[in-house]
């Protein structure tokens, strides 16, 4: 974040409509963010102030970006996630929680220099479709930090001793900025050390993956997500500063989330109270698709104002799915 005087200049260079001073504002707030070590936000900006930025939401792929050597294919994702805190719906304790690894990480040289670190690595675990990723998103995109997304399947590698060259390959890149290094999908590395099956390969990969995040020390942020924190074992879980549970919602929370994701139309909110047995099982994700299926409904229909009946009919349409899920696992 630029500096408070900064910004006061900048503002009022444009209430005076002064271009040279705005000009002269803008280019100190490029500086100050290269010597914070966003180089990448630093370049954004400069080309904002140029006229030649092209919006970059989604991932971008360039010749330096590590690959698995067997299977060609990328090990990371570069996002700039556009997701906030306004799109998540959390229960208070988990926003404080969030809310603290940003101030911490805004203060990063302050804490640093007085002898304590900043949360550098936190650990986000509970069901699927609770906003484990969505959160990392928002972080990201409340920092202002563009977002090194990793796959771990895509980490592990079926040749010996690949995987470990794939981690460092990961983490030799994210040193070249600041980031959010995401980790999804993290259960595949995380399980237990002592699992028999593949546990020769699964042990060095835990061992390699664990040694990287004590050796790096750049300014960027870890967060690794996973569904299944019982196959993590205790060697992990202290590597973490943070760990931060994403439970399944409320019923208050369900009601949020629907009014959130409804806002562009119309109907009566309050009668999915009705359903709150129905939506027990459901996540989240579950309840933003029960809003798609109204809302696609109503776009077909070609109407802006659902029904109870459209309510109930997504419901039991999401419930049926809810299901077939349980019956999987
Ligand atoms: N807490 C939440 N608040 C708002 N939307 C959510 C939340 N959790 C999940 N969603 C919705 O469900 C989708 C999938 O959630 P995701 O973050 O991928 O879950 P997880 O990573 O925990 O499996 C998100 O993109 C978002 O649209
Ligand atoms: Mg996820």
């Given at each position: 974040?630029?500096?408070?005087?900064?910004?006061?200049?900048?503002?009022?260079?444009?209430?005076?409509?002064?271009?040279?001073?705005?000009?002269?504002?803008?280019?100190?707030?490029?500086?100050?963010?290269?010597?914070?070590?966003?180089?990448?936000?630093?370049?954004?900006?400069?080309?904002?102030?140029?006229?030649?930025?092209?919006?970059?939401?989604?991932?971008?792929?360039?010749?330096?970006?590590?690959?698995?050597?067997?299977?060609?294919?990328p090990l990371i994702e570069v996002m700039y996630p556009e997701k906030y805190f306004s799109d998540l719906i959390l229960s208070d304790n988990r926003i404080i929680q969030l809310e603290q690894i940003i101030k911490e990480f805004n203060n990063w040289e302050v804490l640093v220099s007085n002898g304590v670190f900043p949360t550098r690595r936190a650990l986000f675990y509970g069901p699927p479709g609770c906003g484990k990723t969505l959160a990392a998103q928002a972080l990201a995109g409340e920092i202002g930090i563009p977002m090194l997304y990793v796959r771990f399947d895509a980490l592990i590698s079926s040749y010996l001793g690949e995987t470990a060259s794939n981690i460092s390959k990961v983490f030799?890149?994210?040193?070249?900025?600041?980031?959010?290094?995401?980790?999804?999908?993290?259960?595949?590395?995380?399980?237990?050390?002592?699992?028999?099956?593949?546990?020769?390969?699964?042990?060095?990969?835990?061992?390699?993956?664990?040694?990287?995040?004590?050796?790096?020390?750049?300014?960027?942020?870890?967060?690794?997500?996973?569904?299944?924190?019982?196959?993590?074992?205790?060697?992990?879980?202290?590597?973490?500063?943070?760990?931060?549970?994403?439970?399944?919602?409320?019923?208050?929370?369900?009601?949020?989330?629907?009014?959130?994701?409804?806002?562009?139309?119309?109907g009566p909110v309050h009668v999915l109270e009705q359903y709150m047995n129905e939506l027990e099982m459901f996540s989240h994700s579950d309840v933003e698709k029960v809003c798609q299926i109204i809302m696609k409904q109503c776009i077909l229909d070609g109407k802006k104002i659902y029904t109870k009946n459209d309510i109930e009919q997504a419901v039991k349409k999401q419930e049926k799915n809810v299901s077939l899920r349980k019956t999987q696992y």
């Open positions: 974040m630029a500096r408070a005087d900064l910004l006061k200049k900048l503002f009022s260079s444009f209430k005076q409509d002064n271009k040279e001073m705005f000009y002269a504002v803008a280019s100190e707030i490029i500086e100050d963010e290269k010597k914070k070590n966003h180089g990448i936000l630093a370049d954004d900006l400069k080309l904002i102030l140029n006229g030649n930025y092209q919006k970059k939401s989604i991932n971008t792929l360039s010749e330096n970006t590590p690959r698995d050597k067997d299977k060609d294919m030799d890149y994210a040193k070249k900025d600041s980031w959010l290094i995401f980790f999804d999908e993290f259960d595949a590395i995380g399980r237990s050390r002592n699992d028999s099956t593949e546990h020769g390969e699964i042990k060095r990969v835990v061992n390699a993956f664990l040694q990287q995040i004590d050796n790096y020390k750049g300014r960027s942020l870890i967060i690794a997500a996973t569904n299944f924190e019982q196959s993590l074992d205790y060697a992990i879980w202290r590597r973490f500063d943070e760990t931060i549970r994403f439970d399944m919602p409320s019923h208050d929370e369900k009601m949020k989330l629907f009014e959130l994701k409804m806002k562009r139309f119309k």
